[in-house]
């Protein structure tokens, strides 16, 4: 077997295969003893019959045919390898020339793992977030806590700030109701910004039984296309307003709160959690732009069978997310005001950034020699089993060796990422 190979582009490859007579003689006994466990002979039981004898009744045509598909199944993949290249998916294979029993010709076209050249990765130039925990981030704990053990009493007075009401209400766009802007029996909480701006202003004043229309307008950066910056009107009816009495915020509720002796014991423990919560926010950050830097620095072709696989992920995860709420893909994009070509665009974006993230990243672990032992995977496939101990068929998956090779594969990406972030400091 002799090969050529040329290089089509960063990400793609196209090998030509000559296979001589030493080939083609070796692939064609394989093919008659495909062949023969089909084939019927008198005398003979089927799947017995022997070579020699099965190639006398094999037709000429059908043997040529399974000969150079064998020939090719049999060096396609050797062909690839010792031009040290490794193909994303099965090649595509034209055949040339064929000349049976003498040589053959093809050509392997196939989208490889591209040639990744990182820039200076240890010296990215990224500054992590300090974290700053104020007493107002602490005072927004207390007033939440606060909330959590506050009365509510019914009243026949009219609604203010701070109040919750019990409410029905319609949106409408161009007298049309849409998606997403009725309830019925809504609780909200007057002050807390949780609908649009004058939602909430509008119902103070009214009081229990009012039947009122407010006309708002959607802030233009809306994130459903079809409502930013639309006029509409919301048609609304006040069933109830709940007065609500909060507790103090003293030693009393702090001891409510859990093992807490004072306040000023519960407001350190919430300085320290909120603390830990931050410093984990700013290090994913901090990572995330690490491996856009990286990446920035590197020169990292995408190839499109990669993409086209994220383009498909980020699909199946927004399906599945919205199947969860009754509705379709098709359902979330309209609600979205989005078109097909123009998600498709954004999704493309989103993925080619994904793929050269992730090359990226594995090329720096081969450099590095960054990798876990088998124990660690194991330990972490035990944590799983623990994790999904109520769900046989998750329990199952962690069996199947791709999912066992998935789970380390991350976990190297995780020791990649803690390694960039080390070399960075």
Same mark, same amino acid.
């Given at each position: 077997m002799k090969t050529k190979f040329k290089k089509l582009s960063d990400s793609r490859v196209e090998i030509t295969v000559t296979l001589d007579a030493k080939d083609l003689n070796a692939a064609k006994e394989k093919a008659i003893e495909k062949l023969s466990k089909e084939l019927k002979v008198e005398g003979f039981r089927k799947g017995k019959v022997p070579a020699d004898v099965a190639k006398r009744f094999?037709?000429?045509?059908?043997?040529?045919? *399974?000969?150079?598909?064998?020939?090719?199944?049999?060096?396609?993949?050797?062909?690839?390898?010792?031009?040290?290249?490794? /193909?994303?998916?099965?090649?595509?294979?034209?055949? !040339?020339?064929?000349?049976?029993?003498?040589?053959?010709?093809?050509?392997? !076209?196939?989208?490889?793992? /591209?040639?990744?050249? &990182?820039?200076?990765? $240890?010296?990215?130039?990224?500054?992590?977030?300090?974290?700053?925990?104020?007493?107002?981030?602490?005072?927004?704990?207390?007033?939440? &806590?606060?909330?959590?053990?506050?009365? $509510?009493?019914?009243?026949?007075?009219?609604?203010?700030?701070?109040?919750?009401?019990?409410?029905?209400?319609?949106?409408?766009?161009?007298?049309?109701?849409?998606?997403?802007?009725?309830?019925?029996?809504?609780?909200?909480?007057?002050?807390?910004?949780?609908?649009?701006?004058?939602?909430?202003?509008?119902?103070?004043?009214?009081? /229990?039984?009012? $039947?009122?229309?407010?006309?708002?307008?959607?802030? $233009?950066?809306?994130?459903?296309?079809? &409502?930013?910056?639309? @006029?509409?009107?919301? *048609?609304?009816?006040?069933?109830?307003?709940?007065?609500?009495?909060?507790?103090?915020?003293?030693?009393? &509720?702090?001891?409510?709160?859990? /093992?807490?002796?004072?306040?000023?014991?519960?407001?350190?423990?919430? @300085?320290?959690?909120?603390?830990?919560? !931050?410093?984990?926010?700013n290090e994913e950050k901090y990572k995330d732009a690490l491996v856009k830097a990286l990446v920035a620095k590197s020169k990292v072709p995408a190839p499109d069978i990669l993409i086209d696989d994220q383009i498909r992920m980020i699909r199946d995860d927004i399906t599945r997310n919205a199947a969860s709420q009754g509705m379709s893909f098709e359902d979330y994009l309209e609600r979205a005001g989005e078109k097909v070509e123009s998600w498709e665009k954004k999704a493309r974006e989103i993925a080619a950034e994904r793929v050269k993230a992730s090359l990226a990243l594995q090329t720096l672990a081969v450099n590095e020699k960054i990798t876990v032992s088998d124990d660690l995977v194991a330990a972490k496939i035990a944590e799983l089993r623990d994790v999904y101990k109520k769900s046989p068929e998750a329990l199952k998956s962690l069996k199947d060796p791709n999912v066992k090779m998935d789970i380390k594969n991350r976990m190297i990406i995780e020791a990649t990422l803690d390694y960039l972030v080390k070399v960075n400091k």
């Open positions: 094999i037709p000429e045509n059908e043997l040529n045919s *399974e000969t150079i598909d064998v020939a090719i199944r049999t060096t396609v993949i050797t062909a690839f390898t010792e031009n040290e290249k490794s /193909p994303l998916a099965i090649p595509n294979v034209n055949v !040339t020339k064929y000349v049976p029993d003498e040589m053959a010709e093809y050509t392997a !076209t196939a989208d490889i793992i /591209p040639e990744v050249k &990182l820039g200076d990765y $240890k010296n990215l130039g990224v500054k992590k977030e300090t974290v700053k925990i104020s007493e107002k981030d602490v005072a927004g704990v207390l007033d939440n &806590l606060s909330n959590s053990f506050a009365e $509510k009493k019914v009243t026949k007075r009219a609604a203010k700030s701070g109040d919750e009401v019990i409410i029905d209400f319609v949106g409408k766009k161009d007298d049309k109701a849409f998606a997403g802007g009725s309830a019925k029996d809504y609780h909200l909480l007057l002050g807390s910004n949780t609908f649009i701006p004058g939602f909430e202003d509008g119902i103070v004043g009214h009081e /229990p039984g009012d $039947k009122f229309d407010l006309t708002l307008t959607f802030p $233009k950066d809306y994130g459903v296309k079809d &409502l930013a910056g639309a @006029k509409t009107v919301f *048609e609304v009816l006040l069933k109830q307003v709940n007065e609500v009495v909060k507790p103090e915020i003293d030693d009393k &509720l702090a001891k409510k709160c859990g /093992p807490f002796k004072d306040l000023a014991a519960l407001k350190e423990d919430i @300085k320290k959690n909120l603390s830990a919560q !931050t410093e984990h926010q």
